[in-house]
């Protein structure tokens, strides 16, 4: 089988249902999840290259997370889509949860902004996340272009930047690394209301 079929060189690319320009709102959403994807790929990378049994749990869990980023990407594909034919489920949304507030539960308070970095793989999990963040942004314009544009994907990539930030902060406790706060900023996070 050839990797290349010369249908795309002018421009235009095939999506179930159709063919549509390649920078059609459709394509511009399926494709951020797909660069999303690799960046995932490279934080796994990374824990595996440690070889260390501590990042194991991450690495489980951004596998799976690998797996549904291409389910994510096959629902954005349809042109029109039938319920029967997508794969992004609220469990599936309802699992990142669990893992956000498993990590959450383990984690020091926080209570600046922090800046991404910290350790390697923090860093590598929060490109993850601002990469998320670009994906919703597109899949948010698919929907406002009016295009058919499953719900639950979007829930689901919501859901997934708060996952990386989580995990992207339990990368620096397993480097034992500390995060590092935003200086400027004001403690805004775990602050009660003042009494009036």
């Not at 029967?84 to 469990?91: G, I, N």
Request: hydrophobic share 40%.
């Amino acid at each position: 089988m050839k990797l290349y079929t010369r249908t795309g060189d002018q421009g235009r690319t095939s999506v179930i249902g159709g063919r549509v320009s390649k920078n059609d709102a459709r394509v511009e959403a399926y494709g951020a999840i797909d660069e999303l994807n690799a960046y995932v790929g490279l934080a796994a990378v990374w824990m595996a290259d440690a070889k260390d049994a501590a990042w194991d749990g991450l690495l489980e869990e951004l596998g799976v997370i690998q797996q549904e980023l291409f389910d994510c990407g096959s629902d954005l594909s349809y042109a029109n889509p039938e319920a029967s034919q997508l794969k992004v489920s609220a469990d599936m949304t309802a699992r990142l949860e669990a893992w956000i507030d498993r990590h959450q539960a383990s984690l020091p308070p926080i209570e600046r902004f922090i800046l991404p970095g910290g350790s390697e793989p923090a860093a590598r999990l929060h490109v993850c996340r601002t990469v998320c963040r670009r994906a919703e942004r597109r899949i948010v314009t698919l929907a406002d272009s009016g295009q058919p544009c499953p719900e639950e994907v979007l829930r689901y990539v919501n859901r997934l930047s708060d996952y990386f930030f989580a995990a992207a902060r339990t990368a620096n406790v397993l480097a034992g690394v500390a995060d590092t706060e935003y200086e400027r900023g004001a403690r805004v996070f775990g602050r009660r209301p003042q009494a009036e």
